[in-house]
């Protein structure tokens, strides 16, 4: 129980200082919100901008084999018709009939008492789609209903042939595909761990069915070591192995990542068999099947598919950052309990370095110094209150280096470097100093 408060207060703290700093706040917020919609202030836009292009660098720019696609949200329906959606995704819900909560029925403890209210009276669990519905066309009716996709890969699997014959790509070869998916989550919960709207970062690679499980392997072994690099160890990463499958899945793990809230999933590897293409090619008419001039054969191919909700990966990286540092204060003669820090990576720390003149007199040369570097990385000059008060500002969004130009540097043509961890400060010449903190910020 204990933990259970200690944890709820982290989650707290976790909104308030993303509302308060301009990380995430509610959507529509004037109007009074809007359940499951999130916006991202100017640092949270800089940080999921940043862990995208890490993604994208990381998974398409550094390997020959995959490439990238930009498709749109909303497709033509028969996708979701082929692909299952629109007959199976859904999940069982009921509500309370005396406070009116509503719930999906596999997160409950006993789906016959309201966690609310603890009344009795629920309704019979129901059949609940999550596909969100639109209409395209100067007419609204059922002719012309479309659908806001609820997952990034379908567009991929029903590009694939596009995308081969452009690319003149062989098997094994991955399509990459970051974008906006939509689910009507019966209940959004948990800050942006469940929205109604949010943003995968999903690749499907297309094999031969006789490598399947070797790729599987090789694409789970990347993404461990991926989060690995972004800080996550064997305390706060966990792999979750599913033992009842889709019908049509050979094998599937999720990472789980530790939360606030508790474990929690951040991506799926997954072993989709041929169930994908195949579907495809029956609903469209259109053989998606690939022919190996090798061997001179015909096969459907196997998909791997890695798929990350951006919005988790972000949620995950703040709550395993936020720290109360209280041994700290003393150290820079500071007066106050504790120092709240962000102990982000600095690779997608929305600022990476913060330029702060020591006086406003010397802010001319401090300004001129910080637009010599913010083209090479996310940097943001500040003048205003005590470098000490500076300080503080930036350790609470994640800032990894501080760079003071203080009335010494006219003469030595040196900065102080201060680091947000240690605390330490650093002499560092004006001329290295960008690859001083290109070395720095690794991966
Ligand atoms: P869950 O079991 O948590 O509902 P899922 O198994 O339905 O997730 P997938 O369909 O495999 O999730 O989606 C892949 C990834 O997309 C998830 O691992 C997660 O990071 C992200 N994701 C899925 N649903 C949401 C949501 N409602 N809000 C934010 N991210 C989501």
Redesign the pocket.
Known sequence: MADEATNQELMDKLVSLCKRRGFVFPSSEIYGGFNGFWDYGPYGARMKRAIENLWWHEMVETRDNIEGLDSTIIANPTIWKASGHLDQFSDLMTDCKKCKARYRVDQMEDPTTCPACGSKEMTEPREFNLMMKTFVGPVFDDEHVAYLRA?TCQPIFVDFNSVRVATRQKLPFGIAQIGKAF?N?IN?RNF?????E?T?MEMEFFCDGEEGMKWFEYWKEQRLNYYRKLGFDDSCMRIYVHEKLAHYAKAAI?IEVKFPFGW?????VHHRGTWDLSRHSEFSGVDLQYLDHDNNRKLMPTVIET???L??TMLALLSKAYDEDTAATKKEGKDEDVRVVLHLPPLVAPIQAAFLPQSKKLTENAYALYKSIDRYFRCEFDETGSIGKRYRRQDEIGTPFCVTFDFDSLNDNAVTVRDRDTMQQERVGITQLRDYIESRIGF
């Open positions: 997952e689910r989550e959004p942006t761990f469940r929205s109604r949010f995968q999720d929690g999933e951040l991506e799926g798929s990350v909700g919005d988790r």
